[in-house]
């Protein structure tokens, strides 16, 4: 069995947010895959939107998976690239851009300036 690994963030935009990494256990036949991990991301972000107010906004993606076959688990539009697997912070920042993809900014009031 492996372990888990927790990546928290200094100050910064992730400061709040942690990386966890997992093994990946394969959901049919309920055993740890050797060598596929994966990861999800937990915490609070925030955002700063076009009226130049802070929006503090929950973060709790679903787990991802890193190395398995076809990118089973990726949210849509999320591209796993080289430098996702060698840094976690970009890693983290790509799922929390992923968990915001469908966020409504509350002082918009859809009336143009």
Request: hydrophobic content about 35%; aromatic content about 10%.
């Amino acid at each position: 069995m492996g372990t888990n690994r927790t990546h928290r963030f200094g100050p910064g935009s992730l400061e709040s947010i942690r990386l966890i990494e997992a093994p990946a256990h394969h959901e049919r036949f309920q055993f740890e895959r050797t060598g596929h991990r994966q990861v999800r991301v937990e915490g609070w972000f925030t955002v700063y939107c076009g009226m130049g107010n802070e929006h503090t906004e929950r973060i709790k993606s679903p787990p991802v998976c890193l190395n398995c076959a076809s990118g089973e688990g990726l949210p849509i539009g999320f591209v796993l690239g080289r430098s996702y697997l060698s840094d976690p912070a970009v890693l983290a920042l790509g799922l929390v851009w992923a968990e915001l993809e469908d966020w409504f900014d509350p002082c918009d009031d859809g009336q143009e300036v």
